[in-house]
């Protein structure tokens, strides 16, 4: 399990009956989470809420405002800043226990520049609003952000721009799987691929996109787009019940050509109950 504990914006204040109260920055919103399976307090009936996500009978939910607060603000992990805002799905626009990813990624790119590789070409994959794009770039490489929703490539570049980044991020809409076969085809290449894919979902033009069928084929297909010596190549998912084994056997599968190392971890967040909340798994390659 891998866990960042120096968020000073964002905190899981506590945790029961498949909810979770969070505080992003002065904002605390309660949410769903599936894995909260444990009982114990009403958090509902807390003080301070500003905002409850709640589950319709009918299929999707919705935001109720209990206490008014801004329909957008900006969060700060170290030196990066994001845009937070309630949206559907329950999604705020931000993973924040992917930090402890970016903490990594950061790192690798950050030695390699420093130990004289001129350029560092990221490919992030089902990119969303960008936090390990906003990573990356901020530790030097240039990075190909794709995602098939324009929505969230633009919050991507809105996240880049409060982080101070103007430039050294490509900006695609796109369904992942048409774009890794043009790149291929076009020649092009990558020192690492970053890719957190959802269960289920769909590119521009309907594609189909379901995980246990795609995922290793398409693993394959982003092992063709890495130059000779890759800095990394990081798989994250949020799917129940795919195991950090398996996302590193498909790496270890995929990437048997290439020299370095495999790891493969559960992601979570620490919260103020002094347990860890997961958040799904992480496979990670790392070049030598
Ligand atoms: C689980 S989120 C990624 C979370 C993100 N990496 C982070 O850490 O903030 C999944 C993203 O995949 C995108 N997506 C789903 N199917 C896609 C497809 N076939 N091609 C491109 N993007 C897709 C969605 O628009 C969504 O932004």
């Given at each position: 399990m891998k866990t960042v504990d120096d968020w000073r914006d964002y905190a899981i204040l506590a945790t029961a009956n498949g909810m979770k109260l969070e505080r992003w920055k002065d904002t605390v919103l309660l949410r769903p989470d599936p894995q909260v399976i444990w009982k114990g307090e009403d958090l509902s009936s807390r003080k301070?809420?500003?905002?409850?996500?709640?589950r319709s009978?009918?299929?999707?939910?919705?935001w109720e405002t209990r206490e008014s607060f801004p329909p957008e603000?900006?969060?700060?992990?170290?030196?990066?800043?994001?845009?937070?805002?309630?949206?559907?799905?329950?999604?705020?626009?931000?993973?924040?226990?992917?930090?402890?990813?970016?903490?990594?990624?950061?790192?690798i790119i950050g030695r390699a520049r420093s130990g004289g590789r001129e350029q560092v070409k990221v490919l992030n994959l089902f990119a969303y609003?960008?936090?390990?794009?906003?990573?990356?770039?901020?530790?030097?490489?240039?990075?190909?952000?794709v995602d098939a929703s324009k929505?969230?490539?633009?919050?991507?570049?809105?996240?880049?721009?409060?982080?101070?980044?103007?430039?050294?991020?490509?900006?695609?809409?796109?369904?992942?799987?048409?774009?890794v076969a043009r790149?291929?085809?076009?020649?092009?290449?990558?020192?690492?691929?970053?890719?957190?894919?959802?269960?289920?979902?769909?590119?521009?033009?309907?594609?189909?996109?379901?995980?246990?069928?795609?995922l290793f084929?398409?693993?394959?297909?982003?092992?063709?787009?890495?130059?000779?010596?890759p800095l990394f190549f990081l798989i994250n998912s949020?799917?129940?019940?795919?195991?950090?084994?398996?996302?590193?056997n498909l790496l270890k599968l995929c990437l048997k050509n290439f020299d370095g190392e495999f790891e493969s971890y559960e992601v979570g967040l620490p919260t103020d109950e002094k347990i860890i909340l997961p958040c799904g798994c992480s496979g990670l390659f790392t070049g030598r």
């Open positions: 301070g809420i500003n905002a409850v996500y709640r009978d009918k299929g999707g939910g919705g603000w900006t969060v700060r992990y170290r030196d990066l800043t994001f845009k937070v805002k309630p949206m559907g799905f329950k999604h705020t626009g931000l993973f924040p226990e992917q930090a402890v990813n970016w903490n990594v990624m950061r790192e609003t960008g936090g390990a794009s906003v990573a990356c770039a901020k530790a030097g490489a240039f990075v190909t952000h929505g969230m490539v633009e919050r991507a570049g809105e996240n880049a721009r409060l982080s101070g980044i103007d430039s050294g991020i490509r900006y695609i809409i796109d369904d992942c799987m048409k774009f790149e291929i085809k076009r020649g092009n290449r990558y020192d690492a691929v970053i890719m957190d894919p959802p269960s289920y979902g769909r590119g521009p033009n309907g594609e189909m996109w379901k995980i246990e069928d795609n084929e398409f693993v394959e297909k982003c092992a063709l787009l890495l130059t000779d010596k949020y799917t129940t019940g795919l195991q950090p084994t398996v996302i590193e």
